[in-house]
């Protein structure tokens, strides 16, 4: 049994440690190796614990509020998928849970007592020590991966500023915990650099929502202190503390000025516009957010909406002024930037109760264990750990790093290492002696895990490839190799049909190859799989328009501008197929909306001329055409149309003289159709006949096209 136990540890030291090293940079989702990795450590690690429990014949069963709490939360996610009308997508979600819930269980199982526990911690740290030093490095301008990427925030392993942010958010406090109960003084000044270079990294992330967290976490760590060491506080320096002191705020005095010349203007003005109504991202963003995600709540309050499905909702029920902020990011929310929210959105009240239940059960548990030990060492990294876990709590409020896969893990091995430490002091656990049915049960039940963990890891390997044909094809984009580029997306697809981005990619390419039929099909798969992603509507409005499809076309484009309506372009593309559908009024009111922020626009100025003069609105239909001549007077259809216009008037002499002014080098075929029609039409309408000298002297263009006009 003790190989079984170290093979544990051993697994566990590697999901702490590795996964939030591991980093492959050729997938456009870094998240994806992390997960991978989890599925294979858990399933390696289920199944030793499963070889072990029936070697022992025995299994223990934990009794405590935070362990009921846990398996009502993930009973719960399972009837939010079952209700769902999205069930596809939540099943992902699910399974990343159902992998953490047996992490959670299989931590507190490994628990037997604080020796085992600090052991634990101790890992956490580290793993966090050596993720901030990249961290740290990339803020210096050394970045050990081969790829191009905006470094004025650090995210070291993890792909973003704030998924590492909320990361040491959960570890800084545990660290100062550990660095206070260690008696070895060597050990302490390495958890002393530790702290450092947390921090340091930290505070590069420039996430403020994480600084405040912190603070929080320190504030109750200090309060608890306070509260149950029942000593008072003493500043006494002896000579080696004051110059290590002194040193510390020296340094930390000179490089300060130094490191905040690095930061870029935007990311100065990001932290300081907190209010302001911009494209930055502030409160005033946050509150838009949240009053979305309020509306989504407020539709399906109690039951929710279904794992996974805030994203596709928020469009349809998202302010007004953050749809003028996507388009002016040319990007969509996909996270409320409010773990409860979206739990709540998502899951329903009772999705929401639960978690929250499960949260206060662990921190009123940890609470009372360092209670408990307030006279011995472990009360400070007992503190720390609970105070990780409050500061994430409060981080919560205003992050989507609880979303991905490195924050949940420190959580849920937070929330272990409680409910085993709690199953040590009150020693309730129901043990079952496995013979005759329960035998059989368990065996069954460790089967269908093993099962369900296989097939789960199995699908990420799928999903894994698909992120890898997915980033080969954005690169063969970038650089203009479309078919192949194409290719790649189709096998990315083939690996993952729940990602909406490759949909999205795949149809995008295939309008620039001309494929309208192709692309007009996967833009429908998408619109099944995700509807009202971002700008899908647009894209199905231009295919409809191109493949003649008019009534769809608006129908679409409707859509899109009830979900957008700051995207001029859309505006154009309706305008475009009310003019050919003959709805000119319409036509008529959507270039008008769409030279509001595009009044330059050519196209769209000699659209208008022509609805003006096809109602004989001459004056008006010159002015549009005239309009273009302003930015470019050689626009040679703005003249033909000008010309028609005088000649549609009677006023030849008018015509001619437009005629004249278009310059021979902008005669092409297809222009030249129109300009033939106009000069028979001259012809046509000369008095006393036809005289060529007197067409020639108004209008010396028209030499030589003399023989043409019996063909006419």
């Known amino acids: 049994m003790r190989l079984f136990h170290f093979t544990e540890k051993v697994n566990l030291f590697f999901i702490l440690t590795c996964i939030p090293l591991a980093t492959y940079w050729k997938v456009h989702d870094p998240n994806i190796v992390k997960q991978l990795l989890f599925g294979i450590f858990i399933l390696i690690w289920s199944l030793l614990y499963f070889i072990k429990i029936v070697k022992i014949k025995k299994f223990l069963i934990p009794q405590n509020h935070l362990s009921y709490s846990a398996i009502l939360f993930l009973l719960l996610a399972g009837l939010s998928l079952i209700l769902s009308k999205y069930p596809i997508i939540g099943s992902v979600s699910l399974e990343l849970m159902v992998c953490f819930i047996i992490f959670f269980f299989l931590i507190s199982q490994l628990i037997n007592d604080h020796k085992g526990a600090h052991s634990v911690l101790e890992v956490v740290c580290f793993g966090a020590f050596i993720v901030s030093g990249f961290g740290v490095f990339q803020f ?23 998924f590492l942010a909320g990361y040491l958010v959960c570890t800084l406090p545990l660290t100062a915990g550990l660095f206070l109960s260690c008696p070895k003084p060597r050990k302490r000044y390495l958890y002393a650099l530790y702290i450092v270079i947390q921090s340091a990294c930290l505070f590069f992330t420039l996430s403020r929502a994480a600084w ?96 996974g499905t805030f994203s596709m909702l928020f469009p349809g029920n998202q302010p007004p002024e953050f749809s003028s902020v996507c388009v002016k990011r040319d990007e969509f929310l996909r996270h409320a930037h409010n773990e409860y929210l979206e739990i709540w959105s998502e899951m329903g009240i ?72 709690t199953h040590v002091r009150i020693g309730k656990r129901t043990v079952w002696e496995l013979n005759g049915a329960r035998r059989l049960i368990f065996m069954a039940v460790s089967l269908f895990l093993t099962m369900f963990l296989f097939f789960s890891v199995t699908r990420t390997f799928s999903h894994f490839a698909a992120e890898r044909y997915f980033y080969e094809g954005l690169v063969n984009y970038k650089a203009g190799r479309l078919q192949e580029a194409l290719n790649d997306m189709q096998l990315a697809l083939d690996n993952c049909k729940t990602k909406p981005e490759i949909y999205y990619k795949k149809g995008a390419l295939e309008t620039k190859l001309g494929m309208w039929s192709k692309a007009l099909t996967t833009y429908e798969a998408l619109e099944k799989v995700h509807p009202d992603f ?179």
């Open 140 to 162: 210096f301008g050394i970045d050990f991966f081969p790829v191009q990427r905006d470094l004025s925030r650090v995210s070291a392993t993890l792909g973003h500023p704030n």
């Open 212 to 307: 405040a967290s912190v603070i929080v976490s320190l504030v109750f760590f200090g309060a608890i202190y306070l509260r149950y060491r029942n000593i008072h506080l003493s500043f006494c320096f002896n000579k080696k503390k004051a110059v290590f002191a002194f040193l510390v705020i020296g340094i930390a005095v000179t490089a300060l000025p130094s490191v905040i010349k690095k930061i870029p203007e935007p990311e100065i003005a990001r932290l300081t516009s907190l209010g302001s109504p911009s494209t930055q991202n502030t409160v005033w963003i946050r509150w838009l957010e949240w009053k979305g995600a309020l509306q989504i709540i407020k539709n399906t309050p109690i039951m929710g909406n279904g794992l």
């Open 350 to 421: 009772l999705g929401l109760g639960t978690f929250l239940y499960m949260l206060i059960a662990a921190i009123i548990s940890g609470t009372r264990l360092v209670k408990l030990n307030a006279n011995d060492n472990s009360f400070f990294w007992l503190l720390g750990l609970i105070s990780g876990l409050i500061g994430v709590s409060f981080h919560m409020l205003f992050s989507v790093s609880f979303r991905f896969i490195v924050v949940p893990l420190i959580f849920w091995s937070y929330l272990g290492v409680i409910n085993g430490l």
């Open 534 to 712: 971002c700008h899908a509507n647009f894209n199905l409005s231009l295919c409809y328009l191109h493949l003649k499809d008019l009534t769809n076309s608006i129908k679409s484009g409707k859509k899109e501008v009830k979900l957008y309506p700051d995207f001029a372009e859309q505006y154009y593309l309706l305008g475009k197929a009310c003019y050919l559908n003959n709805r000119y009024d319409e036509a008529e009111a959507y270039f008008a909306k769409y030279l509001q922020q595009n009044p330059n626009s050519a196209s769209a100025h000699s659209y208008l001329g022509n609805i003006s003069a096809f109602r004989r609105d001459w004056e008006n239909a010159i002015s549009h055409y005239k309009e273009i001549l302003s930015k470019n007077p050689h626009n040679p259809q703005a003249r033909l149309n000008i010309s028609q216009i005088y000649l549609d008037m009677g006023d030849i002499d008018r015509a001619c003289e437009n005629l004249n002014m278009i310059s021979q080098e902008t005669r092409d075929s297809t222009f030249f159709e129109g300009y033939k029609k106009i000069i028979t039409s001259i012809i046509n309408k000369l008095k006393n006949g036809y005289n060529e000298e007197y067409l020639k002297e108004i209008c010396p263009n028209m030499a030589g096209y003399t023989e043409n006009r019996k063909d006419e």
